[in-house]
Nanobody, 120 residues
Framework: QVQLVESGGGLVEAGGSLRLSCAAS????????MGWYRQPPGKQRELVAK???????NYGDSVKDRFTISRDNAKNTMYLQMNSLKPDDTGVYYC??????????????WGKGTLVTVSS
């Protein structure tokens, strides 16, 4: 089992910055990839950024060059630095961790989410 707790959300003006944190506990050594997803109001959950155990990253098209994902294995924490925020970045941001069961199957764990609101 893996437990994930997000923090750092809040209200910010357009053009501002926020840093989200995701603290992981439990069977941390089993985690392969971690990521941030968001769910804008009335829309589907979407990938924001993902980082693998070898620190490879990929980003959603709308956040490239503005957001940076990182992880501190010593602190069991993942971060999302968000710069140049736009009103369209508003949503609930969820932390995700993937644990492989075998070569094909994996289990996904989710945090409860943290709300980010960007005012225009």
């Amino acid at each position: 089992q893996v437990q994930l707790v997000e923090s750092g959300g809040g209200l910010v003006e357009a053009g501002g910055s926020l840093r989200l944190s995701c603290a992981a506990s439990g069977s941390i050594s089993s985690i392969n990839a971690m990521g941030w997803y968001r769910q804008p109001p009335g829309k589907q959950r979407e990938l924001v950024a993902k980082i693998t155990s070898d620190s490879s990253t990929n980003y959603g098209d709308s956040v490239k060059d503005r957001f940076t994902i990182s992880r501190d294995n010593a602190k069991n924490t993942m971060y999302l630095q968000m710069n140049s925020l736009k009103p369209d970045d508003t949503g609930v941001y969820y932390c995700n961790a993937e644990v492989p069961l075998d070569r094909v199957r994996r289990v996904a764990y989710w945090g409860k989410g943290t709300l980010v609101t960007v005012s225009s």
